[in-house]
């Protein structure tokens, strides 16, 4: 069995279970670290599984696909032997990075075309062809192609690409049913509501991408620059939809306040770069609230980074030692605060479970929220 | 006993021995990373102690004093506890850096006035406020003040300079006499020889030098563009003079070639940035020669960074992996390729020890050369 839900909160939708992959389990509600170009920034596998505790990685189909590419990473026996990663892997499906990062665009029924942010160079990316670049990559969750609408957009926009992703998705399952894993390790398909901030196109999407005996669905175009609030509703109308018995993934969300809400209504995954992207420019995630660690009232502090004990690495460097080295622009610095930040979240979701198994989740989210979103 | 020599070799001036300092011993020969802001460029701690092996580390007078500055380090109560480095430490003397990074540079016979290159602060250094500096920021092994001459340098500028640095050093070592450890761990001073590439003012200088009751002495003003030739016949002259008894210090150096050839003259202590500045550019040390990772020969190359067992790190990653990394500009790139630099530098420094006590170091030097410094 892909997924078995362990527990529910009495209180909210907010639950907990196991996915089976063959490279290993994933506890849910998870939080999957980003390692866009087939390394999260900086930080080495070992730190990764041992220090920090990551269960399963995200790769970018995009950036992989530019660079190595298909023939390396098809040498290597897919990016697990590339990397040396040997847990759970996802790969989104390049749809966010064509519609963000790609130059000279152009969308048709076919698929996308679109020039490389790197040299120029012209690609195409199409529903099967997704699927089959996903099969040489090899993670063990993979994505359906759809397209990523931007905020705000237009109902008429939004409604006629929401169409367009179903179309795809039909297009895209097909080759992913006739094909199979190219590693031998059994892969699962995960298919992406969509509908912009539209209620009725999200609830028409959930119940379209609900009719696929996909192992798990995920819901896309959220946390694009939309309030909280209004995320918040589409999840709350997706996810009365979405199948109970499948895990839902709500992808690039978010904070840790965003994180927790989501789990209230019933998200099992989620993936971002802010732990390690914000990190980078000083920003850290404590058990006492935000940090900007540049502030100059941390110059002298010389307890640790979070005293709330959230993270080892948090433990070991003063929040002065880190400054100074944020401030001097030793890589160091955004090393250490990538992997405070990722164990912070890693630590977040494991308390998310035990709260949801104790049946003190509800209480504990509305207890801690306030707090955790506090810029101190 | 500050040194104990422990083997000489009999075909060579090479030795071996050990440092002991109130922080651990320091088995001699030894390549000592660079931490120059505090840190070794993207290596933790915990890193560079247990999986590199280094036994001391260096950190720059120069970037410290104008960053963080002496106030927040000794609040800190000094540079270990602030970077949390347990093990013994060495500070240079801001000479080097005060003659190559620092702008509007004024050099009388108090000192050097100079501007940082960080914000265009007017800054002074003089042979006693350096020793001061020196004992706030507490390493055990300091250095006195010098004048770094560039290369290549006129034989009247030489002498003029190796003359002002010698009465720097009569300053400076008063100072070091007359004032006491801050921490409470006993610090050692070393005098620097100066004189560039003529061979009577360095022995001139060697001679000066030993006058002093210092623990150790260092050899200055080398590397610095002169041929490598040049740099042996200076460390020949001076090493017939700096006492055998003592720790001789070769500050700067250099290639795996250049650090064999001068342990083969009695040097034992060794510094340089290439470890890891190569590492970050791509540049790998390995037993079979020197690559250039971004060369398009490595792209499908999935064997071992260095299959010859010299690093856990060049173990666990493929060269094209590492490819993949650094022509991406992934910041992990960079921290496997220093670490493993640094791992290389430690392992032969060590297999260096290990033939000096067999007695077999000078025909291993001869056997290992070619091959190390050939460009794969």
């Not at 041992?50 to 190595?68: C, D, F, Q, S």
């Not at 926009?157 to 390790?185: I, N």
């Not at 789990?263 to 058990?287: A, H, K, Q, Y």
């Not at 622009?329 to 998310?352: D, P, Q, R, T």
Request: glycine letters at 10%; one cysteine or more; aromatic letters at 10%.
């Amino acid at each position: 069995m892909f997924f078995e839900l362990t527990a529910n909160d009495q209180y909210s939708g907010a639950r907990t279970g196991v996915i089976s992959t063959g490279r290993g389990i994933i506890k849910t509600p998870v939080f999957i670290p980003v390692g866009t170009a087939g390394s999260v920034k900086g930080i080495s596998r070992y730190e990764l599984e041992h220090n920090i505790g990551a269960e399963i990685i995200l790769a970018n189909t995009y950036h992989l696909y530019l660079r190595p590419g298909l023939d390396i990473i098809s040498q290597a026996g897919g990016l697990h032997k590339f990397t040396g990663w040997e847990k759970p892997m996802l790969t989104d499906s390049g749809g966010y990075q064509v519609f963000s990062l790609a130059e000279n665009r152009k969308l048709s029924e076919e698929g996308a075309l679109f020039r490389s942010h790197i040299d120029g160079s012209k690609h195409k990316f199409t529903p099967e062809n997704i699927v089959d670049t996903q099969r040489i990559i090899g993670a063990d969750i993979i994505m359906a192609f759809d397209e990523c609408t931007p905020w705000p957009c237009e109902y008429k926009y939004a409604m006629d690409s929401v169409e367009l992703t179903h179309r795809w998705l039909e297009r895209g399952w097909k080759r992913f049913v006739e094909t199979e894993a190219v590693y031998g390790r059994e892969q699962f398909l995960f298919p992406i509501v969509q509908g912009s901030v539209y209620g009725d196109l999200r609830k028409k999407s959930a119940e379209f991408i609900s009719s696929f005996a996909a192992a798990g669905n995920a819901i896309g175009g959220l946390s694009v620059g939309e309030p909280s609030e209004k995320m918040y509703e589409m999840v709350g109308v997706v996810n009365k939809i979405l199948p109970e018995s499948k895990p839902r993934y709500l992808m690039g969300v978010g904070t840790p306040a965003n994180i927790l809400e989501c789990i209230s209504m019933g998200v099992d995954m989620f993936d971002c770069v802010m732990p390690t992207r914000n990190g980078r420019n000083g920003t850290l995630f404590t058990s006492e609230g935000i940090i900007n660690i540049k502030n100059l009232k941390w110059k002298n502090d010389f307890s640790p980074i979070d005293p709330g004990g959230t993270s080892n690495t948090g433990a070991q460097y003063s929040r002065a030692y880190l400054r100074h080295l944020i401030v001097s622009g030793e890589m160091l610095g955004s090393v250490i605060a990538s992997i405070h930040n990722l164990e912070f979240y890693i630590w977040l979701l494991k308390k998310a479970r035990e709260e949801i198994t104790l049946g003190n989740f509800h209480a504990w989210k509305n207890s801690v929220i306030p707090r955790l979103s506090n810029k101190i």
